[in-house]
């Protein structure tokens, strides 16, 4: 009895071995989200960068992996996880390009990468010990602006050839902003040539609203015209030094949607510019598996082009 209960048991052993074995095995399925679209990217100050993008079409992700890498060996720097579609990017250096990656992020997996070129740049807000003006063409003061190197610099007509740019006001209406030899100084002679950007950002109430995926330059250099009685917000113009160094220059409004102000013939426009101190290194490069087509933004703003 031992010998057949011990077989019995022993059979009925091996056959359940062999119809588990035997069981259809179902796949696990992963499903890889869709990447996140629109890229962008800000410099804050000389070591942080703002990323923001849209977000991804899949529902039920784990937020986003982002990945900051060297540009010249591919290593990795840093990697953090994050829920939302922006993130602040601290402990950079200014002048050195960064490769920025954003990845959606599922329980199982990770999307595409989308990625982005970018580096800090300094923030310049005030010069010889106040806010940074530029004064009307018919001031005593200086209707020009140095910022090579960092620092600004106001100066007058009679230093016209070392001004990175300059406004003109003679129209009473029209507000030209540019290189001398653009906006009619043409008694100075041997002006920079500054490049002004081919896109102006309109109604902007800060440069940290201002976002890219690439700069661009305009070759010819030119200016931008502004139509003061049109313009009640604040704007912001990209430019690059002779030297190479690029710049964003934020042409502030008053509170009362104001562009030149105080009283004639010493009005002003106020100013704010984020400088990039290494030459030929723009804030964005070409983005890479980005297929946005727009080259600017703005929170909560159409992007508008303007041509110099």
Do not use: H
Not at 70 to 87: D, F, K, L, M
Not at 165 to 193: C, E, H, Q, V, W
Not at 257 to 274: C, D, F, H, K
Not at 279 to 288: D, E, I, Q, R, S
Request: glycine share 8%; aromatic share 8%; charged share 15%.
């Amino acid at each position: 009895m031992k010998l057949i209960r011990f077989f019995a048991t022993s059979f009925v052993a091996v056959t359940l071995v062999i119809l588990a074995a035997c069981d259809p095995v179902t796949p696990v399925t992963v499903t890889t989200p869709n990447p996140v679209d629109s890229l962008k990217a800000t410099s804050i100050d000389a070591a942080t960068v703002r990323l923001k993008w849209n977000a991804s079409t899949t529902t039920n992700i784990n937020g986003y992996r982002v990945t900051i890498l060297n540009t010249v060996s591919g290593a990795e720097i840093g990697r953090t996880n994050v829920s939302g579609t922006t993130i602040d990017v601290n402990g950079l250096t200014a002048g050195t390009v960064y490769l920025f990656r954003v990845q959606t992020r599922t329980a199982d997996t990770v999307s595409t990468a989308r990625e982005i070129r970018w580096s800090p740049a300094v923030r310049v807000t005030t010069m010889q010990g106040g806010v940074i003006r530029i004064y009307e063409t018919a001031s005593g003061f200086g209707s020009g602006l140095r910022f090579q190197g960092g620092t600004a610099l106001n100066l007058t007509v009679a230093r016209g050839n070392e001004w990175d740019l300059g406004i003109n006001t003679r129209s009473n209406d029209t507000l030209l902003i540019g290189t001398p030899d653009f906006i009619g100084y043409s008694a100075i002679t041997n002006p920079r040539k500054t490049k002004s950007g081919a896109n102006l950002y309109p109604n902007v109430d800060s440069l940290n609203q201002v976002f890219d995926t690439q700069v661009q330059m305009d070759a010819a250099g030119g200016n931008y015209a502004i139509i003061l009685r049109n313009t009640t917000k604040g704007f912001v113009g990209a430019f690059q030094t002779v030297e190479g160094n690029f710049a964003k220059v934020f042409f502030k409004a008053s509170s009362a949607g104001v562009i030149l102000q105080g009283t004639a013939p010493n009005r002003y426009v106020e100013v704010e510019i984020s400088y990039q101190p290494v030459a030929n290194v723009p804030y964005a490069l070409a983005p890479n598996l980005n297929p946005t087509a727009t080259k600017g933004f703005i929170d909560g703003v159409t992007f508008t082009k303007v041509t110099p």
